[in-house]
């Protein structure tokens, strides 16, 4: 197994630790909120949380921002990896002792953590090779190996092994080995020999206000991820108090379609990318947008619930045509501060979804969907008018 892995390329074994490292965050993402529910939280505290991490991953980064490089890269990676390893394991053992406020601030601690190692995977494998399907890659490995994660607590959730009662933190402690077979993984893939130039945080971001196509693509990315994380932010809590699923339906569920919700991305890459990206954009977000709507105006659970289920299962979709174009198009030796500056737009975005999740939370799903579709209308947008700036480059140039 040792030799197989050693004749891997340098590319791969990073998705080999991708994977691992997916199958543990995606086993305590699922669980996250309903083990802070059983620690005695409330659906706004736990949105407040989140949405509170998310901004102080956004000033960590940037306080962060000079040391991010290429050269550092595995060294960043390893670190993160290793400080998210003590934050789990220290709330296991803080599991219904009651305390409230170190267990907040660990959560905050493990959030910025997992910000650093995903926003460092990308630019990690772009050191070794850059290539739009290789970007899908890796974003399907993402997501079919949180997948995973979610179907491991769900086949687990509620079951009793040895005498073993297998709750919420056991589940944690799970994450946690995961996390340290992510760790090993690491620690195989030798140092990437990279010939970097000294790089200032001002000037990338010169050159992304210079680049007319870059810069509404950072609008576009944080306008979709205040829709997405307003949308189906607080998803589990949605599903479990509002539509009256148990945690293991809730989880089967959303295992269920977040699988086929892989295949239909791996079908889209190989076989269903078309030639129109006008038509991709709007099967990927228009169908969402009207039916949020519809669920809004309805104010119908079910009709609500079918919006939620498409929404996941377009999620992986088209990344190679919505990302990828955009993120490549930015020069290698800029790529560790753009990727950079890309999270924590998106965290912004991602608190402010949160929180506007938490807020609509009590007047219900269908006012979540309907402030979501009215976001989106912004990010559709913009999508469009890029996808005419990038057709038509050269005529406008």
Known sequence: MGEKFAKLKDENKILVMLAFFSISKGLWENFRQLWLQDN???????????????????VVLIILAKRLSLKRIRTILLSSFFMKGVCLILLYILNHTGYQN??????????????????????????????DRL??????????????????GGILIGKTLANILIDYNVCLLISIVFLILAIITILNIKRPQIQEKQIQFKEVITYILKDKIVRLYIVDYFCGQIAMKTGLGLKMLMLTNILNFSA???????????????????????YLT??????????????????YAIAFISKNLTICFIAMTWSILISTAYENII????????????QMIFTN??????????????????????????YILGL??????????????LIYLRKNEDNIR
């Open 40 to 58: 005695m939280l409330n659906v706004t505290q736990i949105s407040q949380i989140l949405s509170v991490a998310s901004l102080c991953c956004v």
């Open 341 to 366: 500056i890309r999270y924590i737009i998106g965290l912004i975005g991602t608190s402010i979804g949160l929180y506007f999740a938490g807020v609509m939370y009590n007047k219900g799903i269908p």
């Open 102 to 131: 170190i267990i907040n601030i660990i959560v905050i601690l493990d959030t910025i953590f997992e910000r650093i190692i995903v926003i460092s995977i990308y630019p990690f494998i772009v050191s070794i090779k850059k290539d």
């Open 372 to 385: 979501s579709a009215f976001i989106m209308i912004f990010q559709i947008s913009i999508a469009y008018y």
């Open 274 to 291: 078309g030639k129109n990206d006008y038509i991709t954009v709007s099967i990927k977000f228009g169908i969402r947008l009207l039916l």
């Open 135 to 152: 970007y899908s890659k890796r974003k399907l490995v993402e997501y079919l190996f949180s997948d995973i994660g979610i179907l491991v």
């Open 248 to 270: 293991g339906n809730a989880t089967n569920y959303l295992l269920l379609v977040g699988l086929i919700a892989d295949l239909i991305g791996i079908i889209a890459l190989k």
């Open 323 to 334: 990302d990828a174009p955009y993120i490549n198009r930015v020069l290698n030796e800029y």
